[in-house]
């Protein structure tokens, strides 16, 4: 046999498990476009549903006239709440317990909200009969400042009134959703007030969009005969979409059958249920056809689910050697007009309390008020896990200010308070144990790699230069060191409307050693396929080339809640693990029967067991497969399958040293990244090369939201930036170059000790971008001004500075 | 983004698409490489009932390159004017313009033709025709007529162009040997229309500036052809004060208004840098 000739390395490498560069699997049909979307599923019969939107932020909708609508050749049905109603679907529940409208319910609270719903059998007559259906308004006072919406005598909620009691605690005001508050209060201000130094700030987190490629959309498809409805659509949680989806219409959960096709990115967009899905199952079950809703650009940026708009006033409290000693947040969070956090339930503001970072606080305190406004409603994860990147924002920016505050090295002021490695696990002031982590050793790397005293030393020349007018640019340099928390989680704490939030893998082994494998997650782009089939590959010894990777259709993968928050490597790939080993334990017991000898006597070795002390005697993991099923073992059931549900003992904590170099023209505000350093610690590091293009992903994207990207509304709630044409989204021209790095510092609690990456990169490239802006004006006495950092807010910072004269 | 329905026409000469426009009169457009005009159909901000594709008529094709004039057909696109080799050697200004248009995809179809007959401010060329002094050449039912650059834009989105007839070539005097040129633009992003650019055009007789244009384009509801910034410039050595001055006459005349770039005071500004930036190069240009 070829193998006896092969070394432990060769055999190894024929793996490609762990460790591997291996190329995405999936790559292969989306590079020829071959890729399956749901705007690709075709039916026959099949209908097509357009909305009829609000141009208003705040009215009450007198009438909805159809009859124009419905007399046009094509349409079936125009759909409104009234007609909803008598199916108690004219509501839905949300993910954060509140509930929002399918379709307006007697007034609108944002624009671009959803009035009514055309059915037609043309994409083209749908929206031409969506234009016809005549919707009379009676305007309303528009709230879209959050600090006035607690203070306003105008009411958003109505239907609301009286209810003093929220899904989450007390409501003070009737625009008011909850307060969530961790930490200890009182001690946190008797050490502010105790301090020998504080600094404080309003540090504001934009309102932005995640925006994928691909916009959100569904085919609903109800078979009157069996009963059954087959729902496709862009789930980022397609378990959690079938439970829901049970729950609110009464469907048994039994009939129907949820599928994720290819998702073109998710980003935290795709996590929630949303009126056009409600809609469209509604119409497929009355007209008994299929019906395909998929929304438009503007229509994604406008109506679904947005991120972050989170207004964090912030106290850090320090001795004059620059040692903190206590932090205080109280954040103002615009929730838009229907609470629709993608949160877990008990987290009404996520993760925001890991807001003390990397560094040892001893004592903190964080409230968050959510409000009602009438903008559109989420506050869904972008990129990150719950509100993370906001708490990392938050930090790094306190950080900064606390330096300039002590007139100390912003890199020696967090050196010196970061949480030393003998600390872990380490049990943060406002209620986190961090799993692992060596910040120290990070940040050194980091600031050895890109020579930092001598970019200061440059800088210092620089604004030498631009103070004696020999250039019109600043220098800025960016630092971060950012500590995430991902991987939700623990059941103990973690579900979203009772929903547990484990995650599962079921392996399946064939006869002739090859495999299948079905996790609970679903790939948005992220490569599951090839990175789930590398951990089988090193757990079991069978090559990931000869594992297929299925997720995504409900009537097939084991249940589990989804990708999003970077959860699908440590939980769904701890489940994959489990289930291996699961697997492996019976092989060993099969090889033991094989070579006639004790369970004890033979050991896994790569792709084989092999008796301990005579590895000439062995049997290949491909040779137990098919004894598995075509060998009668005594006391051993045939086959070779395994599935494991993993509720992880705690979350994983991957961190990161970022640096950014960029220079502004003071005169035209704008800035050009010149070098950018990211070293990520994920834990264990399953496909490199997969990693890396996470990275330089999230990075572009933390790019775009530093520098650009918003959903900004004027003072009547209208969306100034519903199109590609403003809302920022960066091309290979604004890319900069990155430079990528790593530590492994592995998670003492998953079982292949990985933490997960795919939003590192946003949560800890998002401050270091701004942070460079900052440090560009720093010597001119800037502390603090807002994202996103476009040429005009540079300008206007540089001009309030008096640098043009 | 479902544009209502129309009728699509494809003619093959100039005549048959002169009498389509007039048999439908304001019911139907005329479209080149539909950049704007296709997402306005798509936005249903543009509602017609007849859309006549300009793009099978051989006669709007072409660049021909003279000795004192370069003639462009409507339909050539951006991607043609930056690769042809005569016309970059007779008036690169072309191509130093045409490549600071969107991105490679958008240049493969957008057409001179399309970008300066549709009277959009946000458009490079306009500014840039009327910078180079070109004449616009209108097909009509009753012949042919030519309009300048410099009077063809009369606000945005209207300009000297009737109705039913058809820009169809654009005749450019070719600048001197030794014209010292620039375009200089400043924008948030790729695809995205200027936040300032402008336009500008030096000859130098010995130390002296001989002759001089200058225009800026998004600056105002239509492009602005600074004739005053310009004359600031001829006569002197391209000294500090002259230059100074011409960016002070250009922010003279330029009206801005205030959108997602920025306010007036910011656009105002960096006009003028920008304006400032495209003199010196084309200063240093200039033999």
């Known amino acids: 046999m070829k193998d006896e000739v092969q070394t432990p390395a060769e055999r190894t490498a024929n793996l490609k498990g762990m460790g591997t560069s291996r190329k995405r699997v999936e790559d292969v049909r989306f590079t020829q476009g071959r890729g399956n979307y749901v705007d690709d599923i075709k039916m026959d019969g099949m209908l097509y549903g357009d909305f009829v939107r609000s141009p208003y932020a705040h009215a009450r909708v007198v009438s909805v006239n159809k009859e124009a609508a419905l007399a046009i050749p094509g349409v079936v049905a125009v759909l409104t709440a009234e007609d909803l109603e008598p199916l108690g679907l004219h509501w839905m529940p949300t993910l954060a317990g509140d509930k929002q409208m399918v379709l307006a319910d007697g007034k609108v609270l944002f624009q671009g909200q959803e009035v009514a719903y055309v059915v037609a059998d043309d994409r083209y007559v749908a929206a031409d009969a969506a234009e016809l259906v005549e919707v009379e308004y009676e305007e309303l006072p528009v709230v879209v400042d959050p600090f006035e919406a607690l203070k306003t005598d105008v009411v958003l909620r109505e239907d609301l009134a009286g209810q003093t009691e929220g899904a989450h605690g007390p409501r003070k005001h009737h625009n008011h959703i909850f307060t969530w508050e961790a930490g200890e209060k009182d001690a946190t201000e008797a050490v502010i007030a105790g301090a020998d130094v504080v600094a404080e700030e309003m540090v504001y987190y934009h309102r932005t969009h995640p925006c994928p490629l691909e916009t959100c959309g569904c085919v609903a498809s109800m078979d009157k005969v069996t009963g059954k409805l087959t729902l496709y659509g862009t789930f980022q949680a397609p378990h959690a979409i079938r439970t829901v989806v049970s729950l609110i219409s009464g469907i048994a959960e039994h009939n129907i059958r949820v599928i994720s096709p290819d998702i073109g990115g998710g980003f935290g967009n795709k996590v929630g249920a949303y009126p056009g899905y409600v809609c469209s199952v509604v119409a497929s079950i009355v007209t008994g056809k299929p019906v395909k809703w998929i929304e438009d650009r503007m229509e994604n940026l406008m109506s679904t689910a947005f991120a972050r708009d989170y207004w964090m006033q912030g106290k850090i409290a320090a001795t004059s050697e620059g040692k903190i000693t206590g932090l205080w947040c109280h954040t103002t969070a615009d929730h838009g007009g229907f609470d629709a956090c993608a949160d877990p339930t008990k987290f009404p503001a996520g993760f925001m309390n890991i807001c003390t970072g990397s560094y040892d606080i001893p004592t903190a305190y964080l409230a968050v008020d959510g409000v009602y406004t009438n903008k559109a409603p989420g506050g869904v994860a972008y990129r990150c896990s719950f509100r993370v990147t906001e708490a990392a924002y938050f930090i790094e920016r306190m950080i900064e200010v606390l330096a300039i505050k002590l007139n100390m090295d912003a890199a020696e002021l967090r050196r010196i308070n970061f949480i030393r490695k003998d600390q872990f696990p380490y049990q943060s002031a406002l209620g986190w144990e961090y799993d692992s982590g060596d910040y120290h050793t990070a940040w050194d790397k980091a600031m050895n790699a890109v020579g930092y005293d001598d970019l200061r030393a440059e800088q210092a020349q620089q604004l030498e230069d631009f103070n004696a007018g020999k250039t019109r640019k600043l220098m800025g340099i960016g630092l971060t060191h950012f500590t995430e928390i991902v991987g939700a989680g623990p059941v103990k704490n973690c579900d979203i409307l009772g929903l547990g939030m484990f995650d599962s893998c079921e392996i399946r082994i064939h006869p002739t050693g090859s495999a299948l494998a079905r996790l609970g997650t679903i790939s948005q782009g992220q490569g599951h396929a090839t990175t789930f089939a590398q951990i089988i590959a090193s757990e079991i010894g069978i090559p990931a080339d000869d594992i297929t990777l299925e997720e995504g259709d409900t009537d097939t993968a084991p249940y589990g809640l989804g990708t999003y928050g970077s959860r699908s490597t440590p939980v769904a790939g701890a489940a994959t693990a489990m289930a291996g080993r699961k697997i492996r334990a019976k092989a060993q017991m099969i090889a033991a029967y094989l070579l006639e000898v004790h369970d004890d006597d033979v050991e896994f070795d790569i792709d084989r067991f092999v008796v301990k002390g005579a590895p000439e005697r062995f049997k290949t993991m491909k040779e137990i497969a098919f004894a598995a099923y075509n060998q009668a073992i005594p006391g051993i059931e045939p086959g070779l399958e395994a599935v494991s549900y993993y509720d992880p003992p705690n979350m994983t904590y991957p961190f990161g040293a970022y640096v950014c170099v960029l220079d502004i023209d003071v005169d035209t505000g704008e800035a050009e990244v010149r070098q950018f350093y990211a070293l990520d610690d994920c834990g264990t590091r399953i496909n490199p090369m997969i990693i890396e293009g996470q990275v330089h992903g999230g990075l572009t994207e933390a790019l775009a939201i530093a520098m650009g990207q918003e959903i900004a509304y004027d003072e009547m709630g209208n969306v100034k930036t519903g199109t590609l044409m403003d809302f920022f989204w960066p091309t290979a021209w604004e890319t900069p170059n990155y430079q990528t790095d790593h530590t492994t510092t592995p998670s003492p609690h998953h079982p292949i000790g990985a933490k997960g990456v795919g939003e590192s990169p946003n949560v800890g490239g998002v401050p270091c971008f701004s942070n460079a802006v900052h440090d560009a004006f720093k010597s001119f006495g800037l502390t603090q001004t807002h994202m996103p950092h476009d040429h005009w807010r540079i300008w206007k910072t540089a001009n309030g500075l008096g640098l043009h004269g | ?287």
């Open chain 2, 1 to 287: 983004m479902i544009p209502a329905g129309f009728e699509y026409h494809r003619p093959a000469d100039v005549a048959s698409a002169i009498s389509i426009l007039k048999q439908h009169g304001d019911e139907a457009r005329v479209v080149a490489g539909g950049h704007s005009l296709i997402p306005m159909m798509k936005l249903r901000m543009a509602d017609l009932a007849h859309l006549v594709d300009l793009q099978d008529i051989g006669e709007m094709k072409g660049i021909q390159v003279g000795a004192d004039t370069a003639v462009l057909g409507a339909m050539v696109t951006q991607h043609e004017m930056i690769t042809h080799e005569g016309l970059a050697a007779a008036i690169p200004l072309i191509r130093e313009a045409a490549l600071q248009i969107a991105d490679p995809q958008v240049r493969y179809v957008g057409t001179v033709g399309g970008n300066v007959a549709n009277g959009d401010p946000g458009n490079d060329m306009p500014g840039l025709m009327q910078c180079l002094d070109a004449q616009f050449e209108l097909a009509g039912a009753d012949g042919s007529r030519t309009v300048a650059a410099r009077d063809f834009y009369e606000a945005a989105y209207f300009t000297a162009r009737d109705d039913e007839e058809i820009l169809t070539r654009i005749h450019i005097p070719v600048p001197s040997a030794g014209t010292g040129y620039a375009y200089e633009k400043q924008k948030r992003k790729i695809g995205d229309y200027a936040t300032a650019a402008s336009a500008v055009l030096i000859t130098m007789d010995g130390g002296t500036c001989a002759s001089a244009s200058i225009a800026m384009t998004n600056l105002a509801d239509t492009p602005i052809w600074a004739e005053a910034a310009a004359a600031a410039l001829v006569g002197t050595s391209l000294d500090e004060a002259a230059r100074a001055a011409a960016v002070a006459a250009a922010i003279d005349v330029i009206d801005p208004v205030s959108d997602n770039r920025g306010p007036v005071d910011f656009k105002k500004h960096v006009a003028g840098v920008i304006l400032r930036r495209a003199i010196d190069r084309a200063a240093s240009r200039a033999s």
